[in-house]
């Protein structure tokens, strides 16, 4: 039995404890109300005994063969008796039946009958208590008499201020039990209806907790939602379950990334939370909340309104992917820089070989200024040359793509206490951007439409490090701009590594660094805000779009 109980499923539990329970309750209800019920049958008894008593004391009848009986009895003491019962006892049987009482006894002062149902017990003494009656009193008692227990009442006959005689009027108690048992049958019917629709109803819930738990006993359940609690706190990525507007489950993870900290749950939607937290919670995609980049999934739960938000921490994937850009930037100008001086090499020394050599110098001495200049500050840059070589490999880049790459910078050599890798992200993205709108438009203009180039102008601002990048390009409509810095949007179609992540990198990082970006148009566009802060000089005439990126100097480091 024991063993069976362990492995019974908490559905077969619930149902045995409730109909164990039910049982027990209908019991003790039934036998409340069988000891109430006697106890009520028994005062209704003495009640009707008392009053039938009464009544028959009242009678004239009664009173006065009772009274002719209590002359005549000291006298002729049989003769009394039998000129009494000869008056009253069909009078008084007759009442009896009519009344449903089992007995009623007119008697002597002394307790010799004068009726009785069984005729024989006439004359015989009375058994039961008559001393509170002679004193004048109606009193009722359980006795034992020639019927068995009965319920019964006495009260005396008076005539005259005197007491002549009594009357008892009695129900057996095996009456009074059979009726009873009579009104307990109707209540154990009730009791046995109610006990059944209520084990129907204990059945139908355990079904239900038969599906909703697949059988298991409590103890697998009580495992199962250890496992549940240990993985939900454990995994790295941060869940969050929404009923309605409220927060009601959130794990470690997901308090340590919202940093709601031991905030309680329900979360309701008036609570005060960290700035950006609503915005996770209401929002999906890619959202930053303090200096984190969080990516939200969220996914409409089985139960209505309720929705299940997957939270990932990707700022170190954000940081990689800008380490990677950037070496990818940097690589790929070095490529196209090694690429450029290869051809020119290739081109001297043919020329070289077929003796000319004016037009050897010519070929290796083109774009000097500009190669000249970084490279200049590549060779002498004891500090950090990477800045300059990014720029030189640009410029090499840009030339074969048919690009005038102009560069005008008022910066001491190094990258002024910035990270060099978050430099080149910026730096590189923004030049990039600037030599495929150049050359594109290039590409799509008439023969002799324009020249195309790329402007890039670097300052320091109010202690802060300016880079300006402008270029010949299309530009971008002012409603598109906003649209720009999102994660894969980009007017161009997608390449090797994808397209339209360049600008949301630039931007992340330069959110986290603190400084800004703007994008505005050039001297043909619709504004030139951009422009203003460093002069006209800086862009140039008919610019498609200026990019402006803001970088606070570290500490104020020189």
Do not use: C
Not at 244 to 258: C, F, H, I, M, Y
Not at 411 to 429: R, Y
Not at 524 to 531: E, I
């Amino acid at each position: 039995m024991r063993r069976w109980w362990r492995s019974a499923s908490i559905a077969t539990r619930v149902f045995v404890q409730t109909a164990a329970l039910l049982a027990a309750a209908a019991i003790a209800a039934f036998a409340l109300l069988a000891l109430d019920a006697q106890r009520e049958q028994e005062h209704e008894a003495a009640l009707a005994s008392e009053e039938l008593a009464l009544a028959m004391a009242a009678t004239p009848t009664v009173r006065q063969a009772v009274a002719s009986a209590f002359e005549a009895y000291p006298d002729d003491r049989e003769g009394a008796i039998a000129a009494a019962s000869a008056a009253m006892q069909h009078y008084v049987e007759d009442v009896r039946a009519a009344t449903r009482l089992d007995f009623v006894t007119v008697m002597h002062v002394d307790g010799t009958r004068y009726t009785h149902p069984d005729p024989d017990e006439i004359g015989h003494e009375f058994l039961g208590t008559t001393a509170p009656a002679l004193a004048g009193e109606t009193f009722t008692e359980v006795f034992e008499g020639t019927l068995g227990p009965s319920m019964r009442a006495v009260t005396p006959i008076v005539e005259d201020g005197r007491v002549v005689g009594l009357v008892a009027a009695g129900v057996t108690i095996e009456r009074v039990g059979s009726l009873v048992v009579a009104r307990l049958l109707v209540v154990g019917a009730l009791l046995v209806g109610a006990l059944l629709l209520a084990a129907l109803g204990a059945w139908l819930l355990a079904r239900r907790l038969e599906r909703a738990t697949g059988g298991k006993a409590p103890e697998e359940l009580a495992r199962l939602f250890a496992a549940h609690e240990a993985a939900l706190h454990s995994v790295d990525d941060g869940l969050v379950l929404i009923e309605g507007d409220s927060v009601v489950l959130a794990n470690d993870r997901a308090r340590s990334l919202l940093g709601v900290g031991e905030i309680a749950t329900p979360i309701g939607p008036d609570a005060p939370l960290p700035p950006g937290v609503r915005a996770v919670l209401e929002g999906e995609g890619q959202v930053r909340v303090g200096d984190r980049w969080l990516v939200v999934e969220r996914h409409a739960a089985a139960q209505p309104a309720t929705t299940t938000l997957t939270i990932r921490d990707r700022t170190e994937l954000q940081q990689m992917t800008g380490e990677l850009d950037a070496v990818r930037t940097l690589a790929s100008a070095l490529r196209a820089q090694t690429h450029e001086f290869g051809n020119r090499m290739h081109t001297v020394a043919t020329l070289i070989e077929l003796d000319e050599p004016q037009r050897a110098l010519e070929v290796a001495t083109a774009g000097r200024d500009l190669g000249q200049r970084l490279a200049d500050r590549v060779v002498s840059d004891q500090e950090e040359p990477v800045i300059a070589a990014l720029l030189l490999g640009k410029a090499a880049q840009a030339h074969e793509r048919g690009v005038e790459m102009h560069v005008e910078t008022h910066l001491a050599p190094g990258t002024h206490g910035i990270d060099p890798v978050d430099f080149v992200t910026v730096l590189g993205n923004l030049v990039d951007n600037a030599i495929d709108a150049a050359a594109d438009r290039a590409a799509r203009a008439p023969a002799g439409g324009g020249q195309a180039w790329v402007e890039v102008y670097l300052d320091e601002v109010d202690e802060s490090i300016v880079l300006q990048v402008s270029d010949s390009g299309a530009g971008l409509p002012a409603e598109q701009r906003e649209r720009a810095f999102a994660p894969g949007w980009s007017t161009k179609p997608a390449g090797a590594h994808g397209r339209g992540f360049g600008l949301s990198i630039v931007r992340e990082t330069l959110e986290r660094l603190g400084g800004t970006i703007e994008f505005d148009a050039g001297a043909d566009g619709a504004s030139a805000d951009g422009a203003g802060e460093l002069g006209a000089g800086a862009v140039g005439a008919g610019a498609g779009a200026v990019v402006t990126a803001t970088l606070p100097r570290p500490g104020g480091a020189s």
